[in-house]
């Protein structure tokens, strides 16, 4: 399978333009009509020949500095920047446009948008200066809740230790306590584990969010597509059960790190996991957000400790997009093959927002016969 390799990063606006058409392009168009006229009307006012010069040079002075490491950074942050003003007050130039609920699309018009970024406004310039996109996707969880089923470790069958990489505010660490919401079509459920023993619940992030903090609610709210009623409604349920989840058994904890340096706490961390438990280090849409030395880095690193780990043991599951499916996120899991190397399988792939996965069998009945063998412990 060929991987995605994010691009050379873009500093403050360069390449803006082409950013702008693409993102609308690969992940709006016919999705989000509410985002794809805001993309067009945002092209014009910071781009075109009809730019707008004083948003435009209050941008570029915004971002002068910032480095973004994929073509959709920059989009979707103005889209999420707008979003969360638009959210605060119902007054807003873009309230009608962005609502949670039946946005008015053509009330997204070039006249809100310039309206919306004023000088005066100085809450979207602050987030544009100082906030990143922080997906809280709590669909992506299938990424470990299916395998725990394949590998039958449901029941509280095999403690299971959780380690989210790009965890954000980590509220995929608590999928188990959330409701399914996944299929494989035609209205047939996608089985998934119920009642794991979960041993650890460790997430990593650069940026980490505090679901305690009403202002990281709001942000990773508005970072919500316009309209996306019930992935809000999911958003909601786990940051209400992320506020409880330090009465759990094994509380979730998140730790600021770059990603870089992870590998060098797997040895530690897997030395936590009872003889009989595996280790479940994964990660969902977060290759693109590394830049490239970083992640040469993260990756080899990884690569090796799982190679030297006893089979059965631990795995790494990627849920990330290919060229071959920009839009989507194939989910491969990687196991030690006890020679030194690493064994990979695909188990099937599902779009950014799981909802349908779509099985790869070969994968799928691999890897649940991998774990089918006699463990180590």
Same mark, same amino acid.
């Given at each position: ?67 973004? /490491?994929?073509?959709?950074? @920059?989009?979707?942050?103005?889209? *999420?920047?707008? $979003? %969360?003003?638009?959210? !605060?007050? =119902? ?115 650069? /940026?980490?969010?505090?679901? @305690?903090?009403?202002?990281?609610? *709001?942000?990773? $709210? %508005?970072?919500?597509? !316009?309209? =996306? ?134 994968? !799928?009945? =691999? ?11």
């Amino acid at each position: 399978m060929t991987q995605a390799v994010p691009a050379s990063a873009a500093m403050g606006v360069d390449g803006l333009e082409e950013d702008l058409a693409r993102t609308e392009a690969v992940q709006f168009r016919g999705r989000s009509l509410p985002y794809v006229r805001a993309l067009r009307y945002l092209r014009e006012i910071l781009t075109g020949p009809d730019r707008v010069p004083a948003v435009a040079n209050r941008l570029e002075q915004v971002w002068g500095r910032r480095e973004f /490491q994929n073509y959709f950074s @920059r989009p979707f942050l103005l889209l *999420a920047a707008l $979003r %969360a003003e638009a959210l !605060a007050s =119902a007054d807003h130039p873009l309230a009608r446009g962005f609502a949670t609920e039946n946005p008015d699309s053509l009330a997204v018009t070039r006249d809100a948008i310039v309206a919306s970024l004023t000088r005066e406004r100085s809450g979207v310039w602050m987030m544009l200066s100082s906030r990143g996109m922080q997906t809280n996707e709590v669909a992506r969880a299938v990424v470990w809740r299916w395998p725990a089923e394949l590998a039958g470790w449901g029941n509280r069958s095999r403690p299971v230790a959780l380690v989210d990489v790009g965890a954000s505010g980590g509220l995929n660490l608590i999928a188990d306590r959330l409701p399914d919401c996944w299929n494989v079509g035609a209205g047939k459920p996608l089985l998934v584990a119920s009642k794991v023993d979960v041993c650890m619940r460790v997430g990593f992030d650069l /940026q980490p969010l505090d679901f @305690r903090r009403d202002d990281d609610v *709001a942000w990773a $709210r %508005a970072c919500i597509w !316009a309209g =996306a009623a019930q992935r809000v409604e999911r958003f909601e349920r786990a940051v209400r059960e992320w506020r409880c989840a330090e009465q759990l058994e094994v509380p979730p904890a998140l730790h600021k790190l770059n990603a870089a340096l992870i590998p060098a706490r797997l040895p530690e961390l897997l030395a936590r996991v009872p003889a009989r438990g595996v280790l479940v280090l994964y990660q969902t849409a977060f290759r693109e957000y590394m830049a490239s030395s970083q992640r040469l880095r993260y990756e080899e690193g990884v690569r090796q400790w799982l190679a030297s780990t006893p089979p059965r043991r631990a795995v790494w599951i990627e849920a990330e997009a290919t060229p071959e499916r920009q839009a989507a996120l194939t989910i491969v899991a990687h196991v030690p093959n006890g020679a030194g190397g690493i064994q990979s399988m695909e188990l099937g792939y599902t779009n950014i927002h799981p909802e349908t996965v779509h099985v790869r069998a070969k994968g !799928a009945k =691999a890897f649940a016969e991998y774990f089918a063998s006699p463990s180590v412990g």
